[in-house]
Structures are given as structure tokens and as C-alpha cells.
């Protein structure tokens, strides 16, 4: 067979594999390992077996996610994001479907900071769904608004799988983080959009609720405790973009910029440290 007919061949046999429920990884592992064998030798491929895994985890470029990881675990566990959900709340509740407008809007602004998909749409089921379904929100639109701003943590920088996706394909970190920008906050908008238009459309599944005692001055006061949120973003997308930073440094800029904010906050405790750890 020639080289393009076994790739073809590898491809059906990986689908089948999947179809059966093996491991994703040991599937591929298992049709490169052949597939390397066919098109060369038993020699090369047992080669690569020990080689290629080796060389892809020990990228530096790696580094970058645990990192990230740890950044938004060190802001979710000290409250920081319970506070931006709470500031989101008072500004856009009046709306239709404000919480869930508050959930898209919050979810971009933990995916800024964790660059996790799961870490978002866990934060966000977290703080967002008992919020809405205390309110009256519908449960398919309460729980659909906190699992679809899981999608933004793949986009916003700095994204875990735009890291994976670059290093896999050779191409530069950094100019794929801030690739994600703009589609990101675009996702963040769409998905505000569509929760408004539904509300709109039919109130009973998303009731507004009362912010009849809220100022304007209680709402700029919601401001003041969520700024190291969009200085820590801005500052990692401007030291990747400027070229001040590689996007490995930036991630433990970005873990040193929270902690200190937290340090100052006098929110930086043990307990949140050793748990932040933990998760990542």
C-alpha cells in the first residue's frame, strides 16, 4: 500500500477505535505505532514510541498551562470572581435575561484569567446558576448560559488549547492568544444577544430582577474591588503583543500580577494557596 492509502486506512481504524470507546490516547498511539511501522520499519516506530512523547511534554512552551491554570484557581478560590458576577449583576440585571447577559460577560472575564474551558463553566455553574434559578430563570436557560461560556475559555487569551494547538502545529504562541481575542469577546456578545433575545421574546423564562434600591453609586462601588481582573488581561495580552514577553513568561507574570493584587488585598491566605495548588 502506498503512504496516502495507509493514512486513509488509519484514519477509519482511529474512528473505529473511537466508536468502540477506547481512550482517545491509546487510540492514536496505537494507529501511529502501526502506521509508522507500515510506511517504514517495527525499528522506527518502536523508535518513536519512546522519542516523540518525550520530546512534545518536555516543550517548554508547556509551561505555560499550569501556569494559567494556577493564575485563575488563585482568582476563583479568593472570591474575585464572585465579586465580578455580583458587579455584572447590579449593572445589567434591569435587562431581560440580565443574569444570564451577567454569566456570558463574567464567564469571558474568568476565561482571561484561567484560559480554561472547564475552570470557566465550573466557576460559572458555581456562582451564576444558583443565582438565576433563585430569580426564576428557566433551568435549561440558567444551566445553558454557564455551560456555553465554557467555549470563550478556548478562545480568550490565554487559552490552554491555543497554547496545545500552537505548539502541535509549530506556530507561534503568542500570535495565536491574540488570535482568540476578538472571536472571543464576539462569542461573549453573541451568546448576550441570544439570552436578551429570548427574554425578550418570552419574560416568563427569565424574570428581571428587583434593583429598585440600587444607585448609581452602588453600582460604580461594584466596580472598585473587580480592577485587577482587566489589569491582569490587558497586561499579559500587552506583554505577549509588544513583544515585552514570551506567552511561558507572561503566564508567571500573570501568576505574580494576581498574587500580589491578592497580597495587597490582604485576601493571599495559605489555605487559598495550598488549594490553588492543588487544583492545578
Known amino acids: 500500500m502506498s503512504g496516502i492509502t495507509i493514512g486513509f486506512v488509519a484514519m477509519g481504524v482511529l474512528i473505529l477505535l473511537l466508536a468502540l470507546r477506547m481512550s482517545i490516547g491509546l487510540a492514536l498511539t496505537l494507529v501511529a505505532f502501526v502506521g509508522i511501522a507500515l510506511v517504514r520499519n517495527p525499528q522506527v516506530a518502536i523508535g518513536s514510541l519512546g522519542l516523540v512523547p518525550y520530546e512534545f511534554m518536555s516543550h517548554w512552551t508547556l509551561s505555560a498551562i499550569p501556569m494559567f491554570v494556577l493564575m485563575g484557581a488563585l482568582a476563583s478560590n479568593s472570591g474575585m470572581m464572585s465579586l465580578l458576577y455580583s458587579a455584572l449583576r447590579l449593572w445589567l440585571g434591569r435587562l431581560p435575561g440580565g443574569l444570564g447577559i451577567a454569566t456570558s460577560f463574567a ?36 444551566t445553558g448560559a454557564a455551560a456555553a461560556v465554557g467555549t470563550i475559555g478556548a478562545l480568550i487569551p490565554p487559552s490552554i488549547i491555543m497554547v496545545l494547538y500552537a505548539t502541535f502545529a509549530e506556530e507561534s504562541v503568542g500570535k ?105
Open 107 to 142: 464567564g469571558a472575564g474568568f476565561a482571561a484569567l484561567s484560559g480554561s474551558s472547564i475552570a470557566t463553566t465550573a466557576a460559572m455553574g458555581k456562582i451564576a446558576v444558583p443565582e438565576m434559578l433563585k430569580a426564576g430563570y428557566d433551568k435549561g436557560l440558567a
Open 176 to 280: 495565536m492568544l491574540i488570535a482568540g481575542l476578538i472571536p472571543g469577546v464576539l462569542t461573549a456578545a453573541g451568546y448576550a444577544v441570544l439570552i436578551f433575545l429570548r427574554a425578550w421574546v418570552n419574560p416568563a423564562i427569565a424574570p428581571r430582577i428587583d434593583l429598585s434600591g440600587v444607585t448609581f453609586r452602588d453600582k460604580m462601588r461594584s466596580l472598585g474591588p473587580i480592577w485587577p481582573i482587566p489589569v491582569v488581561a490587558v497586561g499579559i495580552i500587552v506583554a505577549i503583543y509588544g513583544g515585552y514577553a514570551t506567552a511561558t513568561e507572561a503566564s508567571a507574570l500573570g501568576v505574580v500580577i494576581v498574587a500580589l493584587v491578592l497580597a495587597v488585598q490582604r485576601k493571599l491566605t495559605w489555605a487559598i494557596i495550598v488549594e490553588s495548588l492543588k487544583q492545578t
